[in-house]
């Protein structure tokens, strides 16, 4: 029989690292004194403060300077909960913090942010929503996080302009930067052209990078920018909101999906795509994990079918609000407690919600058959035949 013992310390690490629930890891810690000491990085490694959780209780555990927490947390969430006075006790014991999200809930502004550089000086990954931080405080985070900060998210923080991301550029550390975002949900200013260019130019390296915007004119801009300078050459996950305005997003979506090959991770919201952008998909994207549509109108079940066959690497596929009915996929099993569909108490049947994998292999391993007619209008097979002319000139 094999023992434990013979995996030593790098085999158990090993083993704790794909675990992925904490419940699971304390019950590790609990098998004897090398399993807790081998999981103690694990299992402190994130913690995430819940609502209704006492702010008091993660104070405490941090004053105490033996306990695991202190020295093993490198990533923290924190909810609405946390006041101005919380934030102040708990920050002077975060010197090894590494990743950090605030709901800050219109309170946590430039007094409290200001303050990360000089009691967690290791900070690579920061995540700020509802925060009145000003342009100044974000100055003062590139000067001190140039080197190292890889990701920024921006959540409506609505008392930044829309070029927020322009100090790191100016401190240097656009080579650094891998995922970024900027939304205002609420009034306050949006993307422009302008900043778009900034990031593009000065970001050279982006792999994540999600836009919310209800702004034809830049959401356009940028997919015209990221297709004709090739930029984001190492694009993985794109996300885009507010597609609803623009006019032929194919034109648009086609272009940037055929130059960005890595993408893995891609979603989609409120666009009235056809089956023409998810052709496009199967052919240009061969590492395809993740789709996300809704509220689109336009794509047909023959052409979901199609993208799911073709695309190999496909597991996921969310279709919110599309009015697929579930019949056009008996794949999925139609019952009331089915988490993949939607009731339409309107006309009285199901709707998808999303392919999973289960379902996703269920339909693998029927072959495609192509339809008789695929329903498309002799202005759109025009266009269509030309697009995919044009494939050979790549």
């Not at 090398?34 to 008091?56: A, I």
């Not at 991301?165 to 200013?189: C, K, M, W, Y």
Request: hydrophobic share 40%; with cysteine.
């Amino acid at each position: 029989m094999f023992k434990l013992t013979k995996m030593g310390n790098t085999g158990l690490y090993s083993l704790c690292n794909h675990i992925e629930q904490k419940q699971d890891l304390f019950a590790c810690s609990l098998v004897n004194q090398w399993f807790y000491t081998c999981t103690l990085p694990f299992l402190w490694h994130f913690h995430e403060e819940h609502y209704r959780d006492s702010p008091t209780a993660l104070i405490n555990c941090l004053a105490e300077a033996r306990h695991p927490m202190t020295t093993y947390m490198r990533k923290l969430v924190l909810r609405e909960d946390w006041t101005k006075d919380h934030i102040l006790r708990l920050v002077p014991h975060l010197h090894r913090l590494e990743d950090l999200t605030l709901y800050c809930d219109d309170v946590l502004g430039d007094t409290i942010i200001q303050q990360l550089p000089h009691y967690c000086p290791n900070l690579k990954a920061l995540v700020l929503i509802a925060s009145p931080i000003t342009l100044p405080t974000i100055h003062i985070l590139a000067q001190h996080y140039h080197h190292q900060l890889y990701k920024l998210h921006l959540h409506d923080c609505v008392h930044l302009p829309s070029r927020a991301f322009t100090p790191l550029i100016e401190h240097g550390g656009g080579d650094v930067i891998r995922d970024i975002l900027f939304s205002n949900q609420a009034d306050g200013p949006f993307w422009t052209t302008l900043a778009v260019d900034d990031v593009l130019a000065g970001f050279p390296k982006v792999t994540h990078f999600e836009c919310n915007d209800d702004t034809p004119e830049v959401i356009e801009h940028l997919l015209m920018s990221l297709a004709d300078l090739k930029a984001w050459p190492e694009l993985t996950h794109l996300t885009l909101d507010g597609l609803e305005l623009c006019d032929d997003i194919d034109r648009y979506l086609i272009p940037c999906i055929q130059t960005h090959p890595h993408l893995t991770h891609l979603q989609l919201h409120r666009a009235d795509f056809t089956d023409a952008t998810l052709d496009a998909l199967a052919c240009f994207l061969p590492s395809l994990m993740y789709l996300r549509m809704d509220w689109n109108h336009t794509v047909t079940v023959d052409g979901i079918r199609r993208l799911v066959h073709q695309c190999r690497t496909l597991t996921l596929v969310e279709l919110y609000s599309c009015l697929l009915p579930a019949i056009a996929f008996p794949e999925i099993t139609t019952t009331a407690t089915n988490e993949c569909l939607e009731f339409d108490t309107d006309d009285n049947y199901y709707l998808v919600r999303y392919l999973d994998q289960k379902t996703i292999n269920a339909m693998r391993q029927n072959p495609y058959k192509e339809p008789q007619s695929r329903g498309i209008d002799n202005d759109d097979l025009d266009w269509l035949l030309s697009w995919e002319r044009s494939f050979t000139l790549w």
